[in-house]
């Protein structure tokens, strides 16, 4: 059987989670090359890459601008537990 979790259009990050186990990135060092890029992409670029709206576009940018490694395991839940 596969499972598949596709985005969802809001997400709640604020509820108590069932757990307080996590796991660690896989692809961090890759994901950290991916940001660097996208970086320097505004979110005008970003929405046209992505083929997404302009808020969404704004969304991902900021997000972008954010990232920073090592994560803050408090302000990054496991994130099919948002879904």
Do not use: H
């Amino acid at each position: 059987m596969k499972t598949v979790i596709s985005p969802a259009k809001s997400l709640d990050y604020e509820s108590n989670l069932p757990t307080d186990k996590s796991s660690n990135p896989c692809f961090l060092e890759e994901a950290s090359k991916i940001n660097e890029l996208l970086r320097e992409k505004s979110p005008l670029e970003l929405s046209q890459l992505m083929k997404i709206s302009d808020k969404l576009g704004n969304l991902n940018w900021e997000r972008n601008q954010n990232f920073k490694t090592p994560f803050d395991k408090k302000k990054c839940p496991t994130s099919c537990l948002g879904l």
